[in-house]
Protein backbone atom coordinates (compact mmCIF):
# COMPACT_ATOMS: atom_id res chain seq x y z
CA UNK A 1 0.00 0.00 0.00
CA UNK A 2 1.03 3.43 -0.53
CA UNK A 3 2.58 5.68 2.55
CA UNK A 4 3.56 9.02 2.69
CA UNK A 5 6.15 10.38 5.02
CA UNK A 6 6.87 13.41 6.25
CA UNK A 7 9.48 15.21 8.86
CA UNK A 8 9.58 17.02 11.04
CA UNK A 9 6.11 16.98 12.82
CA UNK A 10 7.05 20.34 14.43
CA UNK A 11 9.72 22.71 14.59
CA UNK A 12 10.62 26.18 15.77
CA UNK A 13 13.47 28.08 13.93
CA UNK A 14 14.64 31.55 14.15
CA UNK A 15 14.63 34.16 11.78
CA UNK A 16 16.76 34.38 9.28
CA UNK A 17 17.24 30.75 9.58
CA UNK A 18 17.86 27.85 6.69
CA UNK A 19 14.44 25.74 6.51
CA UNK A 20 14.52 22.23 4.74
CA UNK A 21 11.41 19.74 5.13
CA UNK A 22 11.25 16.31 3.52
CA UNK A 23 8.48 14.25 1.78
CA UNK A 24 8.45 10.85 1.03
CA UNK A 25 6.30 8.73 -0.51
CA UNK A 26 6.27 4.76 -0.76
CA UNK A 27 4.35 2.27 -2.83
CA UNK A 28 3.83 4.09 -6.14
CA UNK A 29 5.52 5.05 -8.73
CA UNK A 30 5.69 8.75 -10.75
CA UNK A 31 3.27 10.31 -8.41
CA UNK A 32 2.15 14.22 -8.13
CA UNK A 33 3.50 15.42 -5.37
CA UNK A 34 2.43 19.04 -3.84
CA UNK A 35 3.67 21.09 -0.82
CA UNK A 36 0.51 23.24 0.70
CA UNK A 37 0.53 25.39 4.03
CA UNK A 38 -2.57 26.40 6.05
CA UNK A 39 -2.02 29.27 8.29
CA UNK A 40 -4.01 28.88 11.92
CA UNK A 41 -7.61 28.38 11.30
CA UNK A 42 -7.52 28.50 7.55
CA UNK A 43 -7.48 27.10 3.94
CA UNK A 44 -5.11 24.88 2.58
CA UNK A 45 -2.37 27.21 0.17
CA UNK A 46 -0.85 25.55 -3.03
CA UNK A 47 2.84 26.14 -2.75
CA UNK A 48 4.21 24.01 -5.03
CA UNK A 49 3.35 20.58 -7.62
CA UNK A 50 5.36 18.36 -9.48
CA UNK A 51 4.62 16.05 -11.79
CA UNK A 52 8.31 14.58 -12.07
CA UNK A 53 11.99 14.26 -10.95
CA UNK A 54 13.16 18.11 -11.54
CA UNK A 55 9.35 19.35 -12.34
CA UNK A 56 8.44 21.91 -10.54
CA UNK A 57 5.76 24.79 -10.54
CA UNK A 58 5.86 27.37 -8.12
CA UNK A 59 2.01 28.73 -7.28
CA UNK A 60 2.90 31.92 -5.01
CA UNK A 61 5.93 34.11 -5.19
CA UNK A 62 7.39 33.81 -1.79
CA UNK A 63 10.67 33.21 0.36
CA UNK A 64 10.38 29.46 -0.40
CA UNK A 65 11.70 27.10 -2.99
CA UNK A 66 11.06 23.38 -3.74
CA UNK A 67 12.70 20.68 -5.25
CA UNK A 68 12.23 16.74 -6.40
CA UNK A 69 15.36 14.89 -6.60
CA UNK A 70 13.92 11.49 -6.79
CA UNK A 71 10.61 10.41 -7.98
CA UNK A 72 8.91 10.04 -4.29
CA UNK A 73 11.02 12.85 -3.00
CA UNK A 74 9.74 15.89 -2.66
CA UNK A 75 11.74 18.80 -0.27
CA UNK A 76 10.86 22.37 0.42
CA UNK A 77 13.67 25.00 1.27
CA UNK A 78 14.48 28.35 2.66
CA UNK A 79 17.55 30.34 2.95
CA UNK A 80 16.36 32.57 5.22
CA UNK A 81 13.15 32.15 7.03
CA UNK A 82 10.92 34.79 7.81
CA UNK A 83 8.01 35.40 10.70
CA UNK A 84 5.13 34.68 7.93
CA UNK A 85 6.39 31.62 7.02
CA UNK A 86 5.17 30.43 10.04
CA UNK A 87 2.18 27.80 9.65
CA UNK A 88 1.32 24.08 9.49
CA UNK A 89 3.12 23.15 6.00
CA UNK A 90 1.52 19.72 4.49
CA UNK A 91 2.97 17.39 1.60
CA UNK A 92 0.40 15.32 -0.59
CA UNK A 93 0.53 13.01 -3.52
CA UNK A 94 -2.24 12.09 -5.57
CA UNK A 95 -2.19 9.51 -8.66
CA UNK A 96 -4.28 10.98 -11.84
CA UNK A 97 -7.65 11.17 -10.95
CA UNK A 98 -7.92 10.44 -7.02
CA UNK A 99 -8.03 12.99 -4.17
CA UNK A 100 -4.83 13.85 -2.89
CA UNK A 101 -3.11 11.53 0.47
CA UNK A 102 -1.60 14.06 3.24
CA UNK A 103 1.34 13.66 4.82
CA UNK A 104 0.59 14.35 8.60
CA UNK A 105 2.48 17.81 8.28
CA UNK A 106 4.89 19.88 9.93
CA UNK A 107 4.22 22.55 12.02
CA UNK A 108 6.65 25.12 11.51
CA UNK A 109 6.82 28.26 14.28
CA UNK A 110 9.95 31.20 13.47
CA UNK A 111 10.56 32.90 15.99
CA UNK B 1 -10.71 34.27 -10.51
CA UNK B 2 -12.18 30.97 -9.73
CA UNK B 3 -13.69 31.12 -6.55
CA UNK B 4 -14.96 27.91 -3.79
CA UNK B 5 -17.16 29.47 -0.97
CA UNK B 6 -18.37 27.27 1.87
CA UNK B 7 -21.01 27.71 4.55
CA UNK B 8 -20.91 27.55 7.14
CA UNK B 9 -17.79 29.00 8.30
CA UNK B 10 -18.48 27.45 11.98
CA UNK B 11 -21.52 25.08 12.97
CA UNK B 12 -21.96 23.99 16.68
CA UNK B 13 -24.28 21.23 17.14
CA UNK B 14 -25.81 18.98 19.93
CA UNK B 15 -24.67 15.25 19.30
CA UNK B 16 -27.91 13.52 17.70
CA UNK B 17 -28.73 16.58 15.44
CA UNK B 18 -28.01 16.93 11.62
CA UNK B 19 -25.10 19.05 9.91
CA UNK B 20 -24.96 20.37 6.40
CA UNK B 21 -21.97 22.08 4.64
CA UNK B 22 -22.60 23.71 0.94
CA UNK B 23 -19.87 24.58 -0.97
CA UNK B 24 -20.46 26.92 -4.11
CA UNK B 25 -18.09 26.97 -7.45
CA UNK B 26 -17.68 30.05 -9.57
CA UNK B 27 -17.44 27.55 -12.38
CA UNK B 28 -18.25 24.86 -13.12
CA UNK B 29 -16.07 21.77 -12.26
CA UNK B 30 -15.39 18.87 -13.46
CA UNK B 31 -15.28 17.01 -10.05
CA UNK B 32 -15.55 18.15 -6.42
CA UNK B 33 -13.90 16.29 -3.54
CA UNK B 34 -14.52 16.58 0.07
CA UNK B 35 -11.83 15.85 3.09
CA UNK B 36 -12.16 15.66 6.83
CA UNK B 37 -9.53 17.32 9.21
CA UNK B 38 -9.39 16.60 12.73
CA UNK B 39 -8.03 18.68 15.11
CA UNK B 40 -4.07 19.10 14.94
CA UNK B 41 -4.72 16.71 12.19
CA UNK B 42 -4.42 16.51 8.49
CA UNK B 43 -7.05 16.72 5.32
CA UNK B 44 -8.17 13.28 4.85
CA UNK B 45 -9.86 12.38 1.59
CA UNK B 46 -13.31 11.27 1.49
CA UNK B 47 -15.42 10.93 -1.65
CA UNK B 48 -15.06 12.29 -5.37
CA UNK B 49 -18.14 13.63 -6.85
CA UNK B 50 -18.03 13.70 -10.83
CA UNK B 51 -21.73 13.10 -11.79
CA UNK B 52 -24.18 16.12 -12.28
CA UNK B 53 -26.67 15.45 -9.71
CA UNK B 54 -24.62 12.31 -8.15
CA UNK B 55 -25.71 11.23 -4.57
CA UNK B 56 -23.02 9.77 -2.50
CA UNK B 57 -23.64 8.03 0.65
CA UNK B 58 -21.15 7.00 3.49
CA UNK B 59 -22.79 5.66 6.36
CA UNK B 60 -24.03 8.95 8.01
CA UNK B 61 -22.34 10.86 5.42
CA UNK B 62 -24.34 12.15 1.76
CA UNK B 63 -21.92 13.88 -0.79
CA UNK B 64 -24.37 16.14 -3.52
CA UNK B 65 -23.06 17.43 -6.27
CA UNK B 66 -25.59 19.80 -8.13
CA UNK B 67 -27.14 19.35 -11.95
CA UNK B 68 -25.23 22.49 -12.66
CA UNK B 69 -22.11 21.28 -11.32
CA UNK B 70 -20.96 24.85 -9.42
CA UNK B 71 -22.55 23.44 -5.81
CA UNK B 72 -22.06 20.43 -3.47
CA UNK B 73 -23.16 19.66 -0.20
CA UNK B 74 -21.75 17.26 2.89
CA UNK B 75 -25.18 16.22 5.19
CA UNK B 76 -24.36 14.11 8.47
CA UNK B 77 -27.37 12.43 9.71
CA UNK B 78 -27.39 12.29 13.40
CA UNK B 79 -23.65 13.57 14.49
CA UNK B 80 -21.43 12.16 16.64
CA UNK B 81 -18.39 13.84 18.99
CA UNK B 82 -16.09 11.57 15.78
CA UNK B 83 -17.76 13.51 13.55
CA UNK B 84 -15.85 17.35 14.92
CA UNK B 85 -13.40 18.68 12.51
CA UNK B 86 -13.13 20.85 9.62
CA UNK B 87 -14.37 19.78 6.73
CA UNK B 88 -13.11 21.14 2.96
CA UNK B 89 -14.73 20.98 -0.23
CA UNK B 90 -12.13 21.47 -3.32
CA UNK B 91 -12.14 20.81 -7.11
CA UNK B 92 -9.92 21.09 -10.05
CA UNK B 93 -8.83 24.85 -11.20
CA UNK B 94 -9.17 25.88 -14.63
CA UNK B 95 -10.00 21.95 -15.41
CA UNK B 96 -6.29 21.20 -14.32
CA UNK B 97 -7.12 18.45 -12.16
CA UNK B 98 -3.66 18.10 -10.87
CA UNK B 99 -4.23 21.48 -8.88
CA UNK B 100 -6.86 21.49 -7.02
CA UNK B 101 -9.14 24.92 -5.65
CA UNK B 102 -9.80 24.79 -2.08
CA UNK B 103 -12.79 26.06 0.20
CA UNK B 104 -12.35 27.46 3.26
CA UNK B 105 -13.90 24.76 5.21
CA UNK B 106 -16.98 24.58 7.45
CA UNK B 107 -15.48 23.99 11.19
CA UNK B 108 -18.05 22.21 13.05
CA UNK B 109 -18.29 21.54 16.81
CA UNK B 110 -20.55 18.94 18.80
CA UNK B 111 -21.36 18.94 21.85
CA UNK B 112 -21.84 15.75 23.99
Known amino acids: SQTIHQWPATLVQPVGSPLSLECTVE??????LYWYRQAAGRGLQLLFY??????ISSEVPQNLSASRPQDRQFILSSKKLLLSDSGFYLC??????????FGSGTRLTVV | GQQVMQIPQYQHVQEGEDFTTYCNSS?????IQWYKQRPGGHPVFLIQ???SGEVKKQKRLTFQFGEAKKNSSLHITATQTTDVGTYFC????????????WGLGTSLAVNP
Open chain 2, 27 to 31: TTLSN
Open chain 1, 92 to 101: AWTPSRWGYT
Open chain 2, 90 to 101: AGPLGGNNRKLI
Open chain 2, 49 to 51: LVK
Open chain 1, 50 to 55: SVGIGQ
Open chain 1, 27 to 32: GTSNPN
